[in-house]
């Protein structure tokens, strides 16, 4: 693993450490992550981050890696394609080889050149809504 991707790891453990602090199983939670088969995966004190939503919906543990990659798969142009992807950890912390990336959200285009401030933002909400539009609900308790 190179120094950037431990690096872009350490920030992704902390943000999720801060957004799991944020996630509470209490009894008094008024808001709650309903699969589309009406199973409660989660519940908050305050409305989830779009990140914490997909952790739950998709159960991602503490070393799944959730960020934005280019499409290789997208024709060579003047805008690169970025989708959401989700590579598991195995039991080692590892990426498992031979799997690819698992894609959370449709492409999204960027020319190039263009800032990436924003980009996984961007691609966080529209998996997310993604996940509304199969069935999910985040609803008050």
């Known amino acids: 693993m190179t120094a950037l991707a431990r690096f872009d790891a350490l920030l992704q453990r902390r943000q999720r450490q801060l957004n799991d602090a944020d996630l509470s199983l ?18 908050s004190a305050q409305a989830l981050s779009h990140e914490a939503v997909l952790r739950c919906a998709y159960g ?3 070393d799944d890696w959730i960020g934005a990659l280019a499409e290789d798969s997208a024709t060579r142009t003047a805008r690169s394609a970025w989708r ?4 598991r950890a195995d039991r080692h912390g590892q ?17 190039a050149g263009e800032p990436a401030a924003g980009l ?3 691609l966080l909400q529209q998996a997310v809504a993604e996940l509304w ?3 999910w609900r ?4």
């Open 133 to 135: 539009a199969k069935g």
């Open 26 to 43: 209490g009894s008094h939670t008024p808001y709650q992550l309903i699969s589309p088969e009406g199973e409660v995966l989660a519940q």
């Open 120 to 122: 996984r933002k961007a």
């Open 60 to 62: 991602l543990e503490a």
């Open 138 to 141: 985040l609803q008050r308790g």
């Open 84 to 87: 959401l992807a989700l590579i």
């Open 95 to 111: 990426a498992r080889l031979g799997c690819g990336p698992q894609w959370l959200s449709l492409p999204l285009r960027r020319a």
